[in-house]
């Protein structure tokens, strides 16, 4: 294996293996991807992207000729020089990563003759791969390598960070299998860590951890802020600054969702848990997400009363704008929440399509979304909310309450515009409650 073109067998064509798959076909490579979806496979063949991540469709269609989709085994494996495992790991019951479709690949595979590096990306807890070794030594692929290879693409701009990563992160238990998987990635730039496979399978965790904390962190200083008349927008900038802080993940709102934080904490606590250490901060990070996303029904009764009969529009359904991804998208919580008050809900986002929202009404535009409601609230931070003339919509509703459960809109214009406006942390609008 080395830098000339390899061929690659990705299993799973979810987020992520379809961004690997393309990204690596881009790279020169010759890719396979198996999915046990038909109508996902049959989707692909036909052109159609599944889902929505910017540059995705372009990529695909652009590398057509090394880019092939399967729901055979067989034809994915044939002779591939690596085997990417990309399945979902979602939560059991009891928070633990579900790994069967982990085990079903690694059941799946057939005899390989020659030499292949299994390298998974799925997000898995410490001490999968060493499972994974023995399994595979058990059925006699002693030959084949396995490295972990964890992914740190954000949804929305997954592409972009594929081709410009932080970090490449490759844990492996020989060194030739390491190298190998470096080698599929010459011509990205990125610095590039070495380390043990339950290494690299805690840096994943533990990074996704970081970033968590400090979403509960400024969320929680963002509701003190509004017990105290701070305004957590211009704390986040005061403390962003500082070199030793930075400015990322200092945004506060209405709490963090989509498939990877909540599911990757609870696996996290649960890993912890189950090796007998008790982590309190975690704990506490996933405790403070829960409310912040019920904040805002109390900052709706304070605006409105009861809720029973009155009309909430949510303006976007997707857990973060740039993706269709619904897993544990804060709306979620939110149209079930309100729609358990009896208020009626009607929602609007630009790719999720939300037919399946039992009991929520979908509209087309914003506009729509807000005509005859007593409130407002923007859920997910789509940039076409910029755009709205939001003194004409003020004017179609019942009565003009704006919540930005993202601080996204500036709050003097949204006054001006004849709205009562609350954000998340800032010093709430109180004419006229
Ligand atoms: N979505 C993200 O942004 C992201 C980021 C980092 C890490 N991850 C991790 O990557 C993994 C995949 O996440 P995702 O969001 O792409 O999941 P996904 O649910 O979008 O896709 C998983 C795909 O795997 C398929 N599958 C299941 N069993 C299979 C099998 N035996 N063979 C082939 N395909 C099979 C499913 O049908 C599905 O299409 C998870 O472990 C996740 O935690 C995801």
Request: aromatic share 6%.
């Amino acid at each position: 294996m080395s830098a000339s073109p390899s061929r690659v067998a990705v299993f799973g064509a979810g987020y992520v293996g379809l961004v690997t798959g393309a990204c690596l076909a881009e790279l020169g490579h010759s890719v396979v991807v198996r999915d046990v979806l038909p109508e996902r496979i049959a989707a692909l063949r036909r052109g159609e992207v599944p889902i929505y991540e910017p540059g995705l469709a372009d990529l695909i269609a652009r590398n057509r000729e090394r880019l092939a989709f399967t729901t055979d085994v067989a034809e994915a494996i044939d002779s591939a020089d690596y085997v990417y495992v990309a399945v979902g790991t979602p939560p059991t019951y009891s928070g633990d990563a579900d790994l069967s479709a982990v085990w079903m690949v690694i059941d799946e595979l057939p005899a390989i003759d020659g030499r292949c590096v299994v390298v998974m990306k799925s997000t898995v807890p410490v001490g999968t791969g060493l499972r994974v070794r023995h399994r595979l030594d058990e059925r006699g692929l002693e030959q084949v390598g396995y490295a972990s290879n964890p992914e740190f693409t954000a949804e929305g701009t997954a592409v972009a960070d594929f081709f410009r990563p932080d970090r490449i992160v490759v844990g492996s238990f020989r060194d030739e299998d390491g190298d190998a998987v470096v080698a599929l990635h010459r011509g990205i730039e990125g610095p590039v860590v070495r380390c043990d496979v339950a290494s690299a399978e805690m840096i994943k965790l533990a990074a996704n951890a970081a970033l968590m904390t400090r979403i509960s962190f400024i969320n929680e200083i963002a509701n003190v802020c509004e017990a105290t008349g701070a305004d957590v927008v211009r704390v986040a900038e005061g403390i962003g600054l500082d070199r030793r802080i930075g400015p990322s993940f200092l945004r506060a709102g209405i709490g963090f969702g989509g498939s990877c934080f909540p599911k990757d904490s609870l696996a996290l606590k649960q890993l912890a848990a189950n090796s007998g250490y008790h982590f309190q901060l975690l704990n506490a990070v996933i405790e403070v997400n829960e409310l912040q996303k019920r904040r805002v029904i109390g900052k709706l009764h304070r605006h409105l009363g009861p809720l029973r009969g009155k009309r909430v529009a949510l303006l976007g359904l997707a857990f973060k704008p740039h993706t269709d991804d619904m897993r544990e998208a804060p709306s979620l919580v939110l149209a079930g929440r309100l729609l358990a008050e009896g208020a009626d809900v009607r929602a609007w986002d630009p790719v999720v399509d939300g037919h399946d929202l039992h009991g929520v009404e979908i509209a087309n535009s914003p506009e729509a979304a807000a005509d005859g409601a007593d409130a407002v609230v923007v859920v997910t931070e789509w940039p076409q909310l910029a755009d709205v003339d939001w003194a004409v919509v003020g004017r179609t509703m019942r009565t003009p309450v704006l919540i930005d459960g993202r601080n996204f809109l500036d709050p003097e214009l949204i006054q001006a515009a004849g709205f009562r406006y609350e954000g998340i942390g800032r010093a709430a609008d109180t004419r006229g409650v």
